[in-house]
């Protein structure tokens, strides 16, 4: 299953934890949405990832 995470803010422990988690079962991709403004690069990445988290 291919993740991607798109985060906004710095992650906490949970979310630290949770991707953790996902990177050992999952094929895990983050974005930072603060630094990568490549949006057309993350609506491919949305359009190809089985499952989309934001935090």
Do not use: F, G
Request: net charge negative.
């Amino acid at each position: 299953m291919n993740v991607l995470y798109i985060l906004k803010e710095d992650p906490d422990d949970t979310t630290q934890a949770v991707l953790a988690e996902h990177d050992k079962i999952c094929s895990l991709t983050v974005v930072d949405i603060r630094s990568d403004r490549r949006y057309e690069d993350i609506v491919d990445l949305i359009e190809a990832c089985d499952r989309v988290i934001c935090w």
